[in-house]
């Protein structure tokens, strides 16, 4: 059984499967392959999924599952699993990174010293305390970054039609509440018909004036210009933002706007989470692996 790693794991990862098969990560030999290990770059697309005669599984290491064609996979009978809880610390370390970096304007006042600048007046930092952050999508990433907010003694809503009572955080029924009373709004969303685009002009009317937003879920759930123009017109104070509409972004219109923290997709890449996922991956690998 061939096992192809298609994109970057943990570096033990070939030899923690060595014993199931053989494990390469030449991906000119996908249609050899039984086994396709992925993260967000691989797309595993009715074309890929063609060209892999051979393929019986895919993981996904990570959560979204939008970079693949669940639909065809299942018709070819091609099992698909992800390593869905590895990343939940990860990711919401990153969003709260966010969080603490924009109202202490970290990024700005290292360029500006490396400049030769001392803008000690300008930089004017805001308190997370007493603040209210709104997280959109209360799932296990939204629910580990409201412990981290309670901690600070920042005031937590969410909004999430799935989520009806949450210990962590006060639980709106409308998204509109939710913007409307926000200092920050964090999105943890997958990437649905319901979810694209979520964020355009017309929402982007409801949040406070001066509200910071973050996305660490899926860039596609955000319209990037409406975003611009809210980021220059001010009603946005900043965007801190990890996720694209591709990785790497092709001519984002967020490059060349105010207050906005960019991220090449850093959610999932601690060194402690490519190890969980290493081992979920090894689980799942050793559970397919026929026994006789
Ligand atoms: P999760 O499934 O536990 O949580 C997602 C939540 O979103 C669920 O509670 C769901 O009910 C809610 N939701 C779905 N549709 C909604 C809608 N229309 N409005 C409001 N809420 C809605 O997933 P998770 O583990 O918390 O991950 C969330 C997302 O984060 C993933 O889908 C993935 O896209 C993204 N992610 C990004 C990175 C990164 O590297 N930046 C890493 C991992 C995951």
């Given amino acids: 059984m061939l096992i192809l790693i298609s994109d970057a794991f943990a570096p033990d990862l070939p030899e923690k499967l060595s014993p ?6 030449d991906k000119e030999k996908l249609p050899e392959a039984t086994v396709v290990l992925v993260r967000s ?6 074309e890929y999924i063609d060209s892999a005669p051979n393929l019986k ?3 996904r290491g990570g959560v979204g599952l939008d970079n693949i064609d669940l639909n065809y996979a299942a ?3 091609i099992a698909v699993h992800n390593t869905a809880a590895a990343s939940s610390i990860a990711v919401a370390e990153l969003a709260f990174t966010l969080m ?6 970290v990024t700005r006042a290292d360029s500006t010293m490396r400049a030769g600048q ?4 300008e930089l004017k930092r805001t308190e997370l305390y007493k603040k209210t ?7 296990r990433i939204g629910t580990e970054l409201a412990k981290r907010a309670a901690a600070f003694g920042m005031n937590v809503v969410a909004y999430d039609p799935f989520v009806d009572s949450s210990e962590v955080a006060t639980m709106k029924p409308d998204l509109k509440d939710v913007l409307n009373n926000s200092d920050y709004v964090s999105l943890h969303l997958p990437l649905t018909e319901e979810t694209r685009g ?3 002009a017309e929402i982007l009317n409801e949040f406070k004036d001066g509200a910071y937003l973050i996305n660490t879920g899926r860039g596609k759930t955000i319209v990037e210009e409406d975003v611009v123009e809210a980021l220059k017109s001010g009603k946005l104070a900043g965007f801190g933002n990890d996720v694209w509409y591709s990785d790497p972004p092709e001519n984002t219109p967020l490059i060349d706007a105010p207050n906005v923290i960019m991220l090449p997709h850093l959610g999932a890449s601690t060194k402690e989470n490519l190890l969980r996922i290493g081992d979920i991956i090894e689980s799942i690998v050793r559970d397919f692996v026929p026994t006789d």
């Fill in 20 to 25: 199931y098969g053989d494990v390469t990560d």
């Fill in 41 to 46: 770059k691989t797309k595993v697309t009715r």
């Fill in 57 to 59: 599984l895919v993981i």
């Fill in 75 to 77: 018709e070819k009978g």
């Fill in 100 to 105: 603490i970096a924009l109202p202490n304007h």
């Fill in 118 to 121: 001392w803008a000690k007046k």
């Fill in 133 to 139: 952050l709104g997280i959109v999508g209360l799932g």
């Fill in 198 to 200: 979520i964020i355009d």
